[in-house]
């Protein structure tokens, strides 16, 4: 059904297009290699390739159609774009796989346009929410891969949708409206990949030694109006507050999975089921700047989450709750031009049962540390990241330089330190250290 | 001796003679008038332009910018927004920041990191670092060609000659050591063109006393009857990096909507 909406994306778009001479067009290409050096053993974990061209037509009446292609591949087979679980994919969303390691993608295809004060962008397109760095609370209209767990940047890692979105300004509010047809969630890495989930956090219990498993694969909606996502953001500037109230009806992008214990006439077997499951979202951001120092600050309330169980045998392995996730920023502009950052994390399970295997409260910091010098050639930055209750995080520096308008080179690291039971501690044998180098022309 | 040196020498000789008969310094206006005959010059209620931004490093390694932007005043409330247009790693940067006439309030500042593809809220007292790569601040880029009456103490200390032009030399400290944290400068010494009341030239000394950088503002001409500013060279003495802003297609009554002055917009673009 998708595939209807993108036949009416497409009559809208040359409709508009072919009311307007093309103006002027705008042409870039950006090619990015990375080099990923396994610290512990040496050995290479990564080396891909990325060439990106980006199309912006301007029309004399005011539309702009967006086009941006991507084309990945990597020779390492355990990073490979084929090492993630695709049935997450809507099938006309899906990146094209050439080979295992080579993956051709239209990444957005959209068409902007301004009628009677209302801006309308409609196609594939991706949508940021939120003010939070690192990690996500409101980030969440888009479904994101993981291939690389969260490594890769939110631009990059961001999965876009074919979404129809209209804003309009109310006196002092400003209303987006967000409609998703596109059923699309998260790419999970494959198990047995370099960055595949491990941590009992997200991988369920070990079924009894001598029972078979069957893992089904995941059951995505796929029906474009019952099925599709839908949101509304206000925005405001109050007093000082840069302030947005948030509501998103969607699948929440995670799977639930499920499992079922039978008894065969010789031994135990498990069926594990993935479904994707309801949850409103209802959340606010703010941010107001009090001399050297920004708040920021983001709330979500989700009606819906699920979270693993210890044993397989309670509740069928996940209970279900709502969750309050929420994050509390400072930003600060510390002498030296150093550019200070901190943030809190935690994420409350509101009705949480004693088989849970987390616990109630999560609490997450992370602390960034950055500097420019040499009029914004060179910049170096440290993220720090780390779970509380876990004990585990990473640590990732990184310096940068611009060598001139066109191409800038990297060398980066991301260490991970803690109990492998923990959603970082589980890639500590994946300390890498990263060279890369971007053109564009 | 050549023509510009000749009319040089002649308006020198003018300010001799003028103090012979019986002028002094004392006489010229005080310095906190100046500022204010500088900040009441009309700049149009609202203008947009086109900027190219020239950044050369002391090995002469040019780096160029294309920018538009637009400036309105609402009532002495000021609104602006910049949006880089090129190159690729820069294009669809935007800084919007407003401006308010109460010097007890901190402005308001926003920028696009089209990267991240999020407004961010950025510290006011983040003025004293330099603008996107170039050797402006962030206050100077929002104050264009007025001057801060808050941040200093003004004195007017003699005259001179700048492009053939006479000015008045007005010496700037700031008001306090915070403020002048803030500001990264510790002094400045601006050359006030008394005929049009546009500074020419500023010297400006960092916190420690050491000379921080010069600013020239050039090519100064007329458009719809205003003053205005086509050339600002800036030259950081202690990096030798320099930044010359070129303006283009300044125009003073082009209808400019309230809404460009918006975070929707800083994300959209111009």
Not at chain 2, 82 to 103: C, E, H, M, Q
């Amino acid at each position: 059904m998708i595939r209807t909406f993108i036949c009416c994306f497409l009559i809208y778009s040359s409709l508009l297009a072919y009311q307007g001479q093309a103006l002027e067009l705008d042409y870039s290409t950006t090619i990015q290699t990375r080099w990923g050096i396994n610290t512990r053993n040496g050995s290479t974990q990564s080396l891909n390739f990325r060439i990106q061209p980006e199309l912006v037509f301007h029309f004399d009446n005011d539309i702009r159609l967006t086009a941006i292609a991507r084309a990945h591949s990597d020779i390492i087979d355990k990073i490979a774009p084929g090492s993630v679980i695709r049935e997450s994919y809507n099938p006309a969303s899906k990146p094209l796989l050439i080979t295992h390691k080579l993956e051709l993608e239209l990444r957005e295809l959209y068409v902007e346009t301004e009628w009677d004060n209302t801006w309308f962008t409609v196609g594939k397109q991706q949508v940021v929410w939120g003010k939070a760095d690192g990690l996500k609370v409101l980030d969440i209209v888009n479904p994101q891969s993981f291939r690389e767990f969260i490594l890769e940047d939110f631009d990059d890692s961001r999965i876009p949708l074919w979404t129809v979105k209209v804003e309009r300004s109310f006196g002092p509010i400003d209303v987006e409206f967000l409609w998703l047809p596109d059923q699309t969630y998260h790419a999970l890495p494959e198990s047995g990949s370099t960055f595949g989930f491990t941590s009992s956090r997200v991988v369920p219990s070990r079924p009894p030694a001598d029972a078979s498993v069957d893992l089904l694969l995941p059951k995505r909606p796929d029906r474009i109006i019952r099925d599709s996502d839908a949101g509304i953001r206000l925005t405001s500037f109050w007093k000082g507050w840069d302030l947005t109230f948030n509501y998103l009806y969607q699948y929440d992008n995670f799977p639930v999975l499920k499992q079922k214990l039978s008894q065969t006439t010789n031994n135990i077997a498990v069926t594990i089921t993935q479904l994707y499951k309801r949850t409103h979202v209802i959340g606010t951001t703010l941010s107001n700047a009090f001399g050297d120092w920004v708040i920021r600050g983001e709330i979500a309330w989700f009606s819906n989450r699920h979270f693993l169980t210890r044993s397989p045998l309670s509740h069928q392995g996940v209970i279900s709750s709502p969750e309050l996730l929420y994050v509390v920023g400072l930003d600060w502009s510390a002498p030296y031009d150093i550019f200070a950052s901190a943030q809190l994390f935690q994420s409350w399970v509101i009705k949480p049962k004693n088989s849970m295997n987390r616990d109630r409260l999560d609490n997450t910091l992370s602390l960034l540390l950055s500097r420019q010098f040499l009029n914004d050639t060179l910049s170096i930055e440290l993220l720090v990241l780390g779970n509380i209750n876990d004990g585990d995080g990473m640590i990732r520096p990184n310096i940068e330089y611009l060598y001139n308008d066109d191409l800038k080179v990297w060398l980066g690291a991301d260490l991970f330190y803690g109990d492998s039971k923990g959603l970082f501690g589980e890639f500590k044998s994946n300390d890498r250290v990263v060279i890369g180098m971007e053109w564009v022309f | 001796m050549n023509n510009k040196q000749w009319k040089q020498s002649a308006l020198l000789m003018s300010l001799l003679l003028f103090v012979w008969i019986g002028g002094s310094a004392n006489e010229l206006p005080d310095g906190d008038s100046i500022a204010q005959r500088i900040n009441a010059r009309d700049e149009g209620v609202s203008v947009s332009r086109d900027v190219k931004m020239e950044m050369t490093d002391k090995r002469g390694k040019t780096r160029i910018r294309e920018t538009s932007g637009y400036r309105k005043y609402y009532d002495d409330e000021k609104r602006t927004i910049i949006i880089y247009r090129s190159p690729k790693n820069v294009k669809d940067t935007g800084f919007l920041t407003f401006d308010y006439a109460d010097p007890e309030k901190d402005d308001d500042q926003w920028l696009y990191l089209p990267a991240m593809r999020k407004v961010r809220r950025i510290s006011a007292s983040d003025r004293g670092d330099y603008f996107l790569g170039t050797d402006f601040s962030y206050e100077d880029i929002k104050l264009e060609t007025r001057v801060s009456i808050k941040d200093y103490t003004r004195k007017t200390i003699g005259e001179d000659v700048v492009n053939d032009h006479h000015c008045l030399l007005v010496e700037m400290i700031p008001v306090n050591e915070t403020v002048a944290k803030e500001l990264g400068y510790g002094k400045a010494e601006t050359c006030v063109d008394d005929s049009i009341w546009i500074v020419r030239r500023s010297r400006i000394w960092d916190v420690q006393g050491n000379p921080l950088k010069t600013t020239i503002n050039s090519d100064i001409r007329q458009v719809q009857g205003i003053w205005t500013v086509h050339r600002m060279q800036v030259e950081n003495h202690k990096t030798g990096h320099q930044t010359v802003f070129t303006f283009r297609n300044v125009d003073y009554q082009a209808v400019i909507d309230d809404n460009v002055f918006t975070k929707q917009r800083l994300k959209r673009g111009l």
